[in-house]
Structures are given as C-alpha cells and as structure tokens.
C-alpha cells in the first residue's frame, strides 16, 4: 500500500493564465540552441565549429573535467553559430535545422536485457544523460557513481506549472521503459511520487518496478528535493539521483527508437498569453517559435520555466534544457500609483498586507515588480511558513554568507538546491536573492571538495 505524506507549510500562488489541456504542434524554428549555462558546474569544451553539420544525436560539445559526458544536437543541419559572453565563456551553440530531422543510430533494446554498465554507456553516448541530476548540489549526476536511490516526481506544483497526467498520455509505454532503464541504475529503490489528489494517469498509478508515494499539500510539495527530505533526509555520503517524467519519457524513446528524439511538450502559460495551452516542440526552441502571435503586444517577461525558479529570456533566446514551461507576464517597470496606500485588491499578500487575503481562490495577474528594494536581513519567520524540509533555512543562508563550511554542513547544506527556497525568496521582507545565496553555497562546498 502506498505511504501517504501531508505537508502543511507553503504557497500555492494562483495566477491567471494556466493551460488548457488542448496539445498543437508547432512549425520547426528557424534555430534551435544548447545553452551551457542551462548546466551548473559544466565547463564545456567545443567539438564542432560553424558550418558543421550534424544529426540529431551528433556531440555539440562535452564536460571538460567529465569528457563522457557529452550534450548533442536535439536537430539535424548546419552549426550556424556559437554565442560567447563575458571572458569568451560559450553562451549558446545555435544548429540551423534540416528540413528533414536525420539521427544518429544508437542502441536499441529492451532495458531488461542489458546491463548497468551498457545502459549508461547508451544514455551517455545520446547525451541524454544530463537529464539524470543529483543531490547533493543539484548538478548533473555522475555516472561513474551509483546513488543510493532514484527519484522521479510525477507532479509539479508551481504556479501554473504543465500537469504531467496530460503530458505522458499516449506516451505511457515510454514512460514504462525509461523507468526499466533507471531501475537498473540503482541496486536501491526507484522512488515515484505522485499527488494523491490529482495524479490519474495510469503511467504513474500502475507503474512498474518502482515504490510509489502520495504526497498531499501546498506549493513546494510538488519539488523532489522536499520530497526526498520527507521520505529519507540525506547524510554526508548519500548521492540520490532524479529525473523529470518528460526526460524520463526520451530516455525510454531512445531505448524503442535507438535515437536521440528530442521532442517534448511544453505549457505556454500565464497572464499576457492570449490562448494557454500545451504544445509539442524539439529541446532547444527558440522563443519566438512559440510565442509568435500568441501573447500580448504589451511590456512583458518571458521566463522559460515557472515565476518562482525560471530564466528570464529575451525574444531572441531559446528555451532552457529542463523546462517544460513557458510563462509570460507583465514586466512591471512602471510607477504604481500610491503603492502601498492602496487597498490592494488584485494585489497577492502571504502577510494579509492587503483585504485580497478575504479571498483566497482568486486568481492574480502579478508582474516582476518587487514591491520594495533590499535591506537588512531581518529574521521575520516568514521563511518557516513556507519552508516544510528539516532544515533551518535563516540560519544556513547566514552561514552561506559567512563561508562556513562545517556550519553549512551542520545545518543541512547538501539536501537543499535553489529550487527549495524560492517561496522563501518570494516572501523575503529583506528582498534578498535567496536562490542566488543557496547556489553560492553549493558552489563553495563543490570547489572546496572536488
């Protein structure tokens, strides 16, 4: 029987513009991109060059300090261009797309036939095996390393984030057997989690070769790092990998296909959107592939992810590695009229700064403006409302600051990624970048045990 966990501490913050359930493809971009930042702790070295051409499969470039770790190409064409920023640092390698998408032939065979070792060679080789993260420092899982357990979240509960049931319908049996080839990874147990009021779809419910967990209550309880901290809270030592249900779903394809089919479906959401809905596009889409004509002409952000932990992107960006969102809404670089002197009716309050709090299932349409700017760190309590893991959040962040390494460990430095603390970001009174500060933290202890 399947454990059920409930968390009380949280936000779930309503906005308007979530998707329909209604999926449409989309015409192939113009260019299609791999971005390097998408990968904390990658330095990336280059194997092509402009006017290479490659297949859907083909190595774009590869880890400098993990060489068998290599990120291909979602697209057949012509490398057009590699986008460099600050200290020559590879920003973007842009493929210009064939017609026609040819791949690169890999292994095709059941999971259940081969081995571990075969499994990940085949994953590695595709370059899907960044999609395969780790805890602790959230970064790419290292595959010469076998974690204690794996864990997959069937459910995301950020605002307006893609529900996974619509999104793996029809593609159940790859789901199935990307699952098989995950199993043989671990001799621990395969984790998947699933919300005990939502999750439907049989491709979760009645999975196979995995330990299956309800979890009920707010926002974060849909993030695996909560979840892995509810069902075994990690010590020094422990290396636990997750994955994503849609990496899950091409890890299987590449088993069926034996090819690296990129394919994956995202939600268009949030308030500027005209029509919110799924569509099917290949990793790497530009921006303007999948927002032309379908937002507002109005003053926007566009954010490949969620309002909590996604990436601001301009119009001529691409979409990130591991986003299955897209949310747009109004940039809020305007003056607001009285500010705080109004009664705040459309305005969203966690401290019931404002009479909306007498209605708690309306649905908000809120820009980028902070409402304030930065100051003292003031220990208000506010971040244990929203913080449900173990772990003192106040103190750690202080530690951070202060580069202590045995306090960070003390205090629970190798359970958390950025993703955790993003509602305590939200609510900060300081209106400190707190995501920013946990990822500091966990480049230090990377740099001082590598």
């Known amino acids: 029987m399947s454990k059920l966990i409930k968390l009380k501490k949280g936000i779930d913050i309503k906005l308007t513009g979530k998707a329909e359930e209604k999926l449409s493809d989309l015409a192939m971009s113009d260019t299609y991109a791999i971005k390097p930042p998408d990968f904390e702790g990658l330095t990336p070295k280059l194997k092509v060059k402009v006017d290479y ?15 068998e770790v290599c990120f291909t190409s979602p697209v057949s064409g012509k490398v057009v261009s590699v986008n460099r920023g600050e200290r020559r640092r590879i920003l973007e390698v842009v493929v210009k797309p064939d017609s026609v998408i040819k791949y690169v032939e890999f292994k095709k065979e059941s999971p259940s036939g081969l081995s571990r070792d075969e499994i990940i060679k ?32 069937a459910f995301d509960s950020a605002p307006l984030a893609p529900n996974y049931d619509f999104i793996v319908k029809g593609q159940e049996s790859s789901f199935q057997t990307g699952v098989d080839a995950l199993s043989k990874l671990t001799s621990g147990k395969l984790h998947l989690n699933i919300n005990n009021k939502t999750t439907k779809s049989s491709a979760f419910t009645s999975a196979k070769g995995v330990e299956i967990t309800k979890f009920e209550g707010p926002h974060p309880v849909g993030n695996v790092g909560i979840q892995i901290n509810q069902i075994e809270p990690m010590n020094k030592g422990d290396i636990i990998w ?29 308030s500027e959107v005209i029509n919110p809905q799924y569509y099917r596009i290949i990793t790497g889409a530009s921006l303007d592939s999948v927002t032309s004509n379908k937002v507002t002409a109005e003053n926007n952000r566009y954010i490949s992810g969620n309002v909590l932990t996604g990436e601001k992107i301009y119009k001529k960006g691409y979409l990130g ?8 809404i109004p940039e809020g670089n305007e003056a607001e009229f009285l500010g705080w002197g109004m009664p705040g009716l459309n305005k969203f309050s966690v401290s019931r700064s404002f009479i909306s709090w007498l209605k708690p299932s309306k649905e908000y349409k809120l820009n980028t403006n902070l409402q304030g700017g930065l100051r003292s760190f003031v220990v208000s309590g506010e971040y244990d409302k929203v913080f449900p893991m173990d772990v003192l959040p106040v103190p750690l962040l202080k530690a951070i600051v202060i580069e202590d390494i045995d306090l960070m460990e003390e205090l629970g430095i ?22 920013s500060l946990v990822r500091k933290g966990l480049n230090l202890m990377i740099k001082e045990f590598s």
Not at 53 to 67: C, S
Not at 254 to 267: H, M
């Open 53 to 67: 051409e490659v297949k859907a499969g083909t190595t774009l470039f590869f880890d400098k300090y993990n060489p």
């Open 122 to 153: 085949n994953i590695l080789k595709s370059g899907l095996w960044p999609c395969i993260m780790q805890r602790p420092y959230a970064t790419i899982a290292n595959p010469q390393v076998e974690p204690k357990a794996i864990y997959i979240s």
């Open 242 to 270: 997750y994955v994503n249900p849609q990496d899950v779903i091409m890890i299987g394809r590449l088993f069926e296909n034996g090819v690296y089919d990129a394919r994956k479906i995202i939600a268009l959401t949030g």
């Open 321 to 328: 590695f591991y986003n299955s969102q897209l949310t747009v």
């Open 414 to 435: 190798y359970e958390v990624a950025e993703e955790d603390f993003a509602l305590c970001e939200f609510v900060c009174t300081s209106k400190i970048e707190v995501q």
